[in-house]
Antibody, heavy 122, light 111 residues
Framework: EVQLVESGGGLVQPGRSLRLSCTVSGFIFGDYAMSWFRQAPGKGLEWVGFIRSKPYGGTTEYAASVKGRFTISREDSKSIVYLYMNSLKIEDTAVYYC?????????????WGQGTLVTVSS | QSALTQPASVSGSPGQSITISCTGTSSDVGLYNYVSWYQQHPGKAPKLMIYDVSNRPSGVSDRFSGSKSGNTASLTISGLQAEDEADYYCSSYTSSITLVVFGGGTKLTVL
């Protein structure tokens, strides 16, 4: 059974940093690109970024709204993908979802975690 | 404001069919056949219902179908059931820096 479990969310002050983790099981982690999405309270879905699998270079892409502040990395030996969030803004408040990409370079996610809430507030 | 345009709400009675539209541009929906549809029940994670315009993942009911014409994609749900009541989001791969864009979501009410 495919499972994705996010952790690391919580309350953080504006300008501070936070690291989210996503531990996966039930599939060969190294074969898949992984993405992060977010959803502000009462709002729609927003793509944050993805990291390609190592055979595809393990490189990353980001939404314009987080580029330069957020970094995605992966640790294939532990089946974990990370989202490092720096210089957090109030508008980064959202539930953050980790997902498995159906295919590389397509932006479609077939499995989602349950999400972890990040609240940016002073 | 979302990159893709969806109606805010649609409704239908059990057994009926409804269609949700998703309008983009020649840089996203019109350019790529990478349109997806997600279903989200309150407090739950999204669930993939349609990918690559018209493909259904394993386990998704064949009452759900997708199509595309020009810059507009559509999700059709036939034989509406109470459990279909949810929010539906379309997404598309794009040629912009932000590689994946979403519609604002459509709330489906089953009367």
């Amino acid at each position: 059974e495919v499972q994705l479990v996010e952790s690391g969310g919580g309350l953080v002050q504006p300008g501070r940093s936070l690291r989210l983790s996503c531990t996966v099981s039930g599939f060969i982690f190294g074969d898949y690109a992984m993405s992060w999405f977010r959803q502000a309270p009462g709002k729609g879905l927003e793509w944050v970024g993805f990291i390609r699998s190592k055979p595809y270079g393990g490189t990353t892409e980001y939404a314009a709204s987080v580029k330069g502040r957020f970094t995605i990395s992966r640790e294939d030996s532990k089946s974990i993908v990370y989202l490092y969030m720096n210089s957090l803004k109030i508008e980064d408040t959202a539930v953050y979802y980790c997902t498995r990409d159906l295919m590389q370079e397509e932006g479609t996610s077939d499995y989602w975690g349950q999400g972890t809430l990040v609240t940016v507030s002073s | 404001q979302s990159a893709l345009t969806q109606p805010a709400s649609v409704s239908g009675s059990p057994g009926q069919s409804i269609t949700i539209s998703c309008t983009g541009t020649s840089s996203d929906v019109g350019l790529y056949n990478y349109v997806s549809w997600y279903q989200q029940h309150p407090g739950k994670a999204p669930k993939l219902m349609i990918y690559d315009v018209s493909n259904r993942p394993s386990g998704v009911s064949d009452r759900f179908s997708g199509s595309k014409s020009g810059n507009t994609a559509s999700l059709t749900i036939s034989g509406l059931q109470a459990e279909d009541e949810a929010d539906y989001y379309c997404s598309s791969y794009t040629s912009s820096i932000t590689l994946v864009v979403f519609g604002g979501g459509t709330k489906l009410t089953v009367l």
